[in-house]
């Protein structure tokens, strides 16, 4: 009973479940990532930047923004302001178009599919202007393109599709 051995005190300030599964989950994806990092033989290359260097960033940050959000969420225990509402339709339809740039990469290629997705997910959550989202989903990833192919001598897919288009002008690949 809650009245035995003196009051049950309910601290107005609890710490809520939903504030520390988000650092959780990055705690734990970024773990991931530094240890399969870590475990895997390093492959000599010609390039100066190797292959483990961007999942190892990724994951530090992932520790980093992790370590973050338990601190506020232990420390502000809900003091902060509330959580938005998620939007599920608008995160199902990003699912979607993340699955579909996955399933399409080879065929259409880094930039074109890339950019379909940055515009798909930009009118879930509420850009109505296509054409801009188009636009600026295609400096995004041709910027990216062009760091990863010709800054780190890592290669992106062309795409099959933007290959055939490619050599039907002529330029060679």
Do not use: N
């Not at 504030?19 to 990532?33: D, Q, R």
């Not at 100066?48 to 506020?72: D, I, K």
């Not at 178009?97 to 996955?102: Q, R």
């Not at 074109?112 to 801009?132: D, P």
Request: negative net charge.
């Amino acid at each position: 009973m809650a009245g035995e051995g003196g009051p049950v005190m309910s601290s107005p300030h609890r710490l809520h479940l939903a504030e520390l599964v988000p650092g959780i989950f990055c705690l734990g994806l970024g773990g991931y990532m530094l240890f399969d990092v870590a475990s895997r033989p390093s492959i000599a290359t010609k390039a100066a930047v190797g292959p483990g260097l961007f999942p190892a960033l990724m994951g530090g940050g992932l520790l980093l923004v992790g370590l973050r959000l338990c601190y506020e969420a232990w420390v502000l225990r809900g003091q902060g302001e509330p959580f938005p509402e998620l939007d599920l339709r608008a995160a199902f339809q990003g699912a979607v178009a993340l699955l579909l740039m996955i399933l399409t990469l080879e065929w259409l290629g880094w930039i074109i599919a890339g950019s379909l997705m940055y515009a798909t997910v930009a009118h879930a959550f509420g850009e109505r202007r296509v054409l801009r989202s188009l636009i600026l989903g295609v400096i995004l990833t041709a910027a990216t393109f062009v760091l990863f192919d010709r800054g780190l001598d890592l290669a992106l897919p062309i795409g099959t599709v933007v290959e055939q288009v490619l050599m039907h002008f002529g330029v060679e690949i």
